[in-house]
């Protein structure tokens, strides 16, 4: 059960959190799915799309749970992202995280993704 990642502001984890689905962020409604990260993407991810934010999260779930709701769709470069097709349960995350910034700007992953 490989887990997959998504990083949101606390404040719109917590709206989700409160109505029990999470439809995404602006981004995610845009373009009709709920943009993931795998573990290797994450630094990336972090770096292009939330830059210098503060009050962020990084929610991790299985892959396995949305059978295919999920796609891994090429992205960057032809990299295959996971596409979540539908709602997130926020009761679905494996573990919630904060993702703090460092000192120059860069967000703190985790060391242990597990």
Do not use: C, T, Y
């Given at each position: 059960m490989p887990l997959i990642y998504k990083i949101c502001p606390a404040a719109?984890?917590?709206e989700a959190e409160a109505?029990?689905?999470?439809?995404?962020?602006?981004?995610?409604?845009a373009d009709g799915y709920i943009h993931f990260s795998t573990a290797s993407q994450l630094a990336e991810t972090a770096a292009k799309h939330f830059a210098g934010q503060h009050g962020l999260l990084l929610i991790a779930v299985d892959d396995s749970r949305f059978g295919a709701a999920l796609r891994y769709e090429p992205s960057r470069g032809g990299a295959?992202?996971?596409h979540l097709y539908a709602p997130l349960d926020p009761k679905a995350a494996r573990w919630i995280a904060p993702l703090p910034l460092?000192?120059?700007?860069?967000?703190?992953?985790p060391e242990s993704l597990a």
């Open positions: 719109l984890w917590s109505k029990g689905r999470f439809d995404g962020a602006p981004v995610d409604l295959l992202f996971p460092r000192a120059d700007g860069s967000h703190a992953i």
